[in-house]
């Protein structure tokens, strides 16, 4: 079965600082990827999605991620965060059989300092 | 504006109570989906429907009980039977279900408190 895998809990960054947030999934053929992300109290919004081609792909708000076999993963960055970035963040992966349904992370809490 | 509606935002509840959850879309989805969200374990799948009349259980079904009599809507039942109820729902559609059909639009969800 497929499942995603977000290390990290929590992290803080510094306003205009990057940001790379990790994914990693296990999955035996060729994932189709998501990462979404949530402000409290509401429901998730896409950030950006990889299905195949070209495997960094870029999405909403200045966000993109970039698939790598090699490691089964889908890390998320974003070159420079913004105080309005801060929330929950959410790593997906969807199977082409089986289950059809995403299977997500337990998500990553991104706080933004001044 | 095509979207997810989920009412109500707020739900209190005693113990011994059933209660229902609405959701609705206007996408013209033939996928949807209910989602259980706890603090730190992200977002747990209960039910979901791929098309009319049809719906499969996820990972945490018991508790809880679905209908699909019409393909605008979704409604979610938290019975009497669902141990610790208290929680975030969150009701999701999809074009389709899996691959590149399974991306998911999501309503605003809502908070299930039991008193």
């Known amino acids: 079965a497929q499942s995603v895998t977000q290390p990290d809990i929590h992290i803080t960054v510094s306003e205009g600082a990057s940001l790379e947030l990790r994914c990693n999934y296990s999955?035996?053929?060729?994932?189709?990827l998501f990462w979404y992300v949530q402000s409290p109290g509401q429901g998730l919004q896409l950030l950006l999605k990889?299905?195949?081609?070209?495997?960094l792909v870029q999405g909403i708000k200045g966000f993109e991620a970039e698939f790598k076999r090699s490691q089964s993963s889908f890390n998320l960055r974003k070159p420079s965060v913004h105080w309005s970035d801060a929330a929950e963040y959410f790593c997906?992966?969807?199977?082409?059989?089986?289950?059809?349904?995403?299977?997500f992370g337990s998500g990553t809490r991104l706080q933004v300092q001044p | 504006d095509g979207g997810i509606t989920q009412s109500p935002k707020y739900l209190f509840r005693k113990e011994g109570q059933n209660v229902t959850l609405s959701c609705e879309q206007n996408?013209?989805?033939?996928?949807m989906y209910w989602y259980r969200q706890d603090p730190g374990q992200g977002l747990r799948l209960i039910y979901y429907?791929?098309?009319?009349?049809?719906?499969q259980k996820g990972d945490i079904a018991e508790g809880y009980s679905v209908s699909r009599e019409k393909k605008e809507s979704f409604p979610l039942t938290v019975t009497s039977a669902q141990k610790n109820p208290t929680a975030f729902y969150l009701c999701?559609?999809?074009?389709?279900?899996?691959?590149?059909?399974?991306?998911?639009?999501f309503g605003e969800g809502s908070r299930l408190t039991v008193l």
């Open positions: 990889y299905f195949s081609g070209d495997t």
């Open positions: 999701a559609s999809s074009i389709g279900a899996g691959g590149r059909t399974g991306e998911l639009f």
């Open positions: 996408l013209n989805h033939d996928a």
């Open positions: 999955y035996g053929a060729t994932p189709y």
């Open positions: 997906a992966v969807a199977p082409d059989t089986g289950r059809r349904a995403l299977t």
């Open positions: 429907s791929q098309i009319v009349n049809d719906f």
